[in-house]
Structure formats: structure tokens, C-alpha cells
């Protein structure tokens, strides 16, 4: 008799929560606000040419392997539930050890085996797809390529050069937009965090996942430090309060039971347990040894790379230390390239360093002044040529001097056709007679940091201007 009052009152409350039903996650949705100049077509085609590129640069697992098959099907059922306009998601698992997870525009997301290990159960790793796929669904990456658009190009004819037939890839290279790893694009403001934890939650929610379990991550990871987790770390940076925000969206809505881990997860851990997950450390040095013919036409990267052994050149002017497997183009007078043979096509240098000599317009113009009108100049031969972030004071020698990198697009084409970023790191320095001593490192911008640590430094330390 107990028992069967029991029962009906059971009866009675799953009654009034289904009466209760949580509105629609589409009627709560809000869309982020601030302005995206990339229309839906523009922001899938931005995702997918940054998508080949981490395909080329991380060691994605194979769509057919289990653990990619149990994270797409993860995603996918959360995707199903996320409000707003239905983007083309795909979910891949990088077989990399750091704890780490990202979203590109218009739908691919990336999960490390390493936050597969990190993860106490199915909730927590629903919880950083959740997220992943709230960043899609508010736009993030696009909406900050957009502002900084917007500082060089108006926005009402920002649209017009996006669309134009030159091709959106290219435009968007020349203004130092991408979105692949390691992109300034895809480091979250905390706004944009609280966005992605709030939705992420709904999202959560309406899957029946417990949406405590994806603030419970996030905070075990920050409590670990950022030895396992940095990128994931700085690329989602803690909005503040993450569990409190959670755990007050969770209070609006109706009481739920969540689901508990399901076999494939259980799978999914034993399989993520056993595997020798690679170091980003581990990752980088098979790129170096691997051939970047992907990007580079038929250029491999032992013709360009630096030998580890100096030779000295003697100029008029200067005299400077270069790699003894490059070359120098140019004699003891005149403006000199040195680069590496390969690194050198059509007049163009790909890879290399341009040293050359720039007059003032008045031998009274500051070093500062000086250096500017001097990137003008270089920027009329380059139109695609801009600065990027600010001058800086340096010293080579004892010599006070200016630093500045700029972007513009490289010789190199893409297999799309598209011209590969270029990274140009200008140094300008006063010699005695009242103009400028002026060297360009150049290297495409996936390889300049390597080419930069062991080749364009060394360079620089060793350059003496000549006491005339
Ligand atoms: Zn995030």
C-alpha cells in the first residue's frame, strides 16, 4: 500500500516536470553581440582553409578510429541541440599529450587525447564541447578578426573586399588575418568565455549532460597550473566566478536527472589511457624534419634551413655573420641579399635577409621618423606590406636602433594558389653620415620563429657598422 502511494506520487512530479519544461534553448539564445564582417559562406570557407592546415601541422587521428568516431559522435548530439543557425561541425581528436581543445570558424572542433585522459567522466568531456561549440555558435573568432579588420579597412567597405573576386584567403592574409594553430583569432576574450560557458551549459542541458561537471574541468585544470594545460589556458582564459556563473544558469532552469558515463566513454578512457600521446615539443620537431612541400611548391625545408655554421661577409658599410650554406647576393658596396639559394626565386626572396642602405628625406629627420619613411617607401614596392603591432627601440652593438615586424604576402603559393603569409622583421640602425642602415628578415610566417631563433638572431648579434 506504502509503496504503491509512493509510486503515484512519483507519478505526480515527473507529471509536473514535463509540464515544467524548460522553454526552447532557441527562445533563450542570445547572439553575442559586435559586428562580423564575414558572411556564413565566407566564415565555413575561412574554418575549412584553416582546417587543412592543422590537418597538415597536428597529428589528427584517422576518422575511422574508434576514439574519433566516439568524440564525433559526442559532438554531433550536442551540435544538434546548439541554437541558432546550423553550422557544419565536425569533431577531430589530435594524438597529442597537453591538455588542449579548440574551435575554428564555421564548425571544425579539435579535442587533444590528452584532455580525454584529464576528464573524470563523459560530463566533463560534454562540457569542452559544449564550449567548443558555443564559440562556433557565437561567432568568436570571426567577430575578433573582424575588430581588427576594422582598424584598417571601414567597415562598409569591409564587406565589399571580403566579397571581391581576388579571393577572400588572400585579403584576409594580407591584412594578417588567419585562423590556424596558435592564432591570435582563437584566444578568447573573457567575454567571449562567458558566452561559451553560459551557452555551453544550455547546451549541456538540453543534451542531459550536467553542466556542473563542465566548470568542474575547467577548474581542475586552472588548480592544476599550466604545466599540462597552457594553450588551453590562455586560449580560454577564466572569465572569473565559472562555477558560480554555471551553477546560476543551472538555477533557472527546471530540476533534471543527468545521465551517468556511457560504454563508449568508458571505451573511449581505456583506449585514450593506453595511447602514447606526442608533446607539442615532439609535434614541432617532426615538422621541422618533415618536408613543407604542402606549402611551399617544391621547396623543401632543408634547402632554406640555416647549417649552424657562420661565415663572416665584410661590407663598406657594415659587416655581418650569415649561415655558411647561404649565399650572398650582392657585392661590397651595393645592397645585398643574403638567403639561401632555394629561398630565392624571380627576383622575390621567400626565405632571407635584405640589407640595404635608405636616405632621409632631410639628414636632421629623427631615427623614428626616418624608419617610417622608410616602410612607406618599402610598402609602395609591396603594397600588401603592413606593419603589425608597434616599433620598438633595440640595440645591436652599443648602436641604438628600431624593431618592427610586418606582414604582407609571400612569393610562396599555397596549393590553393593563394600567396602563403609572409613575416618581415625590419631593423633599422644610424649610420655616421646620416642615413640609415636598414636589414629585412624574411621568411614565410609558419616558419619564421625557426628561422628567426637560429638564424636571423645570430645575424643580427653579429652586425657591426663599420667606424667611417
Ligand atoms: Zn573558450
Redesign the pocket.
Known sequence: MRFRSFTARMLAILLALSIAAPPLLEARFQPTSGRDAFSREQEIQAGQEAAAEVTKQLPILPESDPLSRYVSRLGQTLASHAPGDKWPYSFHVVNQKEINAFALPGGPVYVNVGTIQATDNEAQLAGVLA??I??VVQR?ATRAATKQMQAQIPLAILGAVLGSRGGMMGQLAQMGISFGVGSYFLK?SRE??RE??LLGTDIMYDTGYDPHQLAAFFEKLQSQGTSRAPTFLS???DPGNRSQSVAAEVRTLPAKRFQGDSQEFQAAKRQAGGMKALTAQEIAQQQKTGNATSSMGQLSRADVMPSGNMRNFQHQAYQIKYPDNWQVFGDTSSSVTIAPRAGVADNAVAYGVIIDGYQAESNRTSLDDATHQLIQQLQQGNPGLRAVGNDEDIRINGVPGKSIDLIGPSPIKAQNGQAVRERDWLVTLPMRNGDLLYVVFIAPDQDFQTMRTQAFEPMLRSLHLQQQ
Open positions: 564550449h567548443e558555443s564559440h568568436h578568447n567571449a568565455e561559451a560557458d586560449d580560454h582564459p
